[in-house]
């Protein structure tokens, strides 16, 4: 199977912005830690912190998969369900 990578960005509202930045700091560590994860990337824009710019690599579909049921499940998942995601995923 084809590795699959997500790029894009999220915006964050201010409101959540706070919650985001500190929630964040696990989520980075437990999706790291994830079977099949090669690269996990979120990164503050400089000129709009409520920008994020997300990029992420997953040896297949399956740990992809595996990764967004995670995710919806998380405290993360609840954190940020006001931000929207500008998204590519490529498989």
């Not at 990578?5 to 994830?34: Q, S």
């Not at 994860?37 to 920008?51: A, G, H, L, N, S």
């Not at 998942?77 to 490529?90: A, D, L, M, Q, T």
Request: hydrophobic share 40%; with cysteine; glycine share 4%.
């Amino acid at each position: 199977m084809p590795k699959v990578v997500l790029k894009g960005f999220i915006i964050v509202p201010d409101a959540d912005l706070d919650a985001v930045k500190k929630e964040l700091v696990t989520h980075k560590k437990l999706t790291l830690e994830e079977a099949g994860c090669i690269i996990f990337e979120v990164t503050q824009c400089e000129k709009d912190p409520r920008r994020f710019n997300v990029y992420e690599e997953f040896k297949d579909k399956r740990s992809f998969e595996a990764h967004q049921a995670r995710v919806k499940a998380s405290l993360w998942g609840k954190v940020s369900e006001n931000v929207k995601r500008h998204y590519e995923i490529f498989e």
